[in-house]
């Protein structure tokens, strides 16, 4: 049986702690009797201590950054153990916009093999920003990809989710959606990269996501035909009806 995972980026939402606990309680409400699906909360951090008090036993955490440092003096930071110890077991890196605001791919690097080190599951997100016609958008995700992921130890890779989220589109300001072919081909051009890196073996090993736009009309179709493991989802994953529908339609896919 094919287990798939339902990632939620809260990003910078909602507004209050006691918004983020209705939520939250509804969604382990619904959940509670789903087998099939693992569902992962990535909340604002400041959540996270009072989230964790009322997930319930089907609901893991998620952070939605980390420093790749374990303590010191960086202003404003988390360290992996930090959140490790706040009841976490995923971190999302490299999200597109944390690359807008900076982020580089050797930054996001680092953060990958400081959150393995205390047993966080990284959530790397990988994507281009537009698509040109002659296809130099592959060349540009091949360096973000060899910068992501250089120097990674071969037997975590089975550790990591590379989340597939194109920049066109996500968010209200999407162009238009990708589709479940497009995703597929994407995953096997990053297994391509990866393999070209390490081995097939390695490849072979990553589990992947597809992120982007993603509502309980299309989530079927890239969790059936996106060669993906599951699914990241922003805007719908704040939307309680559309959350559980998309964790109902995965639960009921196997
Ligand atoms: P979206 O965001 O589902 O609102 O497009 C996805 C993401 O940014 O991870």
């Not at 998620?62 to 959140?83: I, K, N, V």
């Not at 992501?148 to 238009?176: C, D, H, M, N």
């Not at 559980?244 to 896919?253: A, D, M, P, V």
């Given at each position: 049986m094919k287990n798939n995972y339902i990632i939620a980026n809260w990003k910078m939402n909602p507004g209050t702690v006691r918004e983020a606990g209705t939520l939250v309680t509804k969604i382990a409400k619904s959940v509670r009797t789903q087998k099939n699906a693992t569902v992962v909360i990535a909340p604002p951090s400041i959540y996270l201590y009072s989230l964790q008090k009322i997930l319930g036993k089907k609901i893991q955490l998620g952070a939605q950054d980390c420093h790749f440092e374990s303590e010191g003096a960086h202003t404003g930071e988390l360290s992996p153990r930090m959140l490790k110890n706040a009841g976490v077991s995923y971190v999302i890196l490299g999200h597109s916009e944390r690359r807008t605001g900076g982020e580089t791919s050797l930054e996001v690097n680092s953060k990958i093999k400081a959150a393995l080190k205390v047993g966080l599951v990284p959530i790397v997100c990988i994507g281009e920003q537009l698509r040109d016609a002659t296809h130099q958008y592959l060349g540009f995700l091949e360096t973000q990809i060899k910068e992501t992921f250089?120097?990674?130890?071969?037997?975590?890779f089975s550790k990591i989710f590379i989340a597939y989220e194109p920049l066109w589109a996500i968010g209200a300001q999407a162009t238009r959606e990708a589709t479940p072919e497009e995703s597929t081909e994407m995953v096997i051009f990053i297994k391509r990269v990866l393999a070209d890196m390490y081995t097939a073996k390695v490849a072979e090993s990553v589990r992947f996501l597809y992120g982007g736009s993603v509502h309980p009309e299309n989530a079927q179709l890239f969790l059936i035909h996106g060669g993906v493991h599951g699914l990241l989802v922003g805007r719908d994953s704040l939307n309680l009806k559309k959350f559980t529908k998309i964790i109902e339609i995965t639960n009921g896919l196997n």
């Amino acid at each position: 049986m094919k287990n798939n995972y339902i990632i939620a980026n809260w990003k910078m939402n909602p507004g209050t702690v006691r918004e983020a606990g209705t939520l939250v309680t509804k969604i382990a409400k619904s959940v509670r009797t789903q087998k099939n699906a693992t569902v992962v909360i990535a909340p604002p951090s400041i959540y996270l201590y009072s989230l964790q008090k009322i997930l319930g036993k089907k609901i893991q955490l998620g952070a939605q950054d980390c420093h790749f440092e374990s303590e010191g003096a960086h202003t404003g930071e988390l360290s992996p153990r930090m959140l490790k110890n706040a009841g976490v077991s995923y971190v999302i890196l490299g999200h597109s916009e944390r690359r807008t605001g900076g982020e580089t791919s050797l930054e996001v690097n680092s953060k990958i093999k400081a959150a393995l080190k205390v047993g966080l599951v990284p959530i790397v997100c990988i994507g281009e920003q537009l698509r040109d016609a002659t296809h130099q958008y592959l060349g540009f995700l091949e360096t973000q990809i060899k910068e992501t992921f250089v120097g990674i130890p071969l037997t975590s890779f089975s550790k990591i989710f590379i989340a597939y989220e194109p920049l066109w589109a996500i968010g209200a300001q999407a162009t238009r959606e990708a589709t479940p072919e497009e995703s597929t081909e994407m995953v096997i051009f990053i297994k391509r990269v990866l393999a070209d890196m390490y081995t097939a073996k390695v490849a072979e090993s990553v589990r992947f996501l597809y992120g982007g736009s993603v509502h309980p009309e299309n989530a079927q179709l890239f969790l059936i035909h996106g060669g993906v493991h599951g699914l990241l989802v922003g805007r719908d994953s704040l939307n309680l009806k559309k959350f559980t529908k998309i964790i109902e339609i995965t639960n009921g896919l196997n």
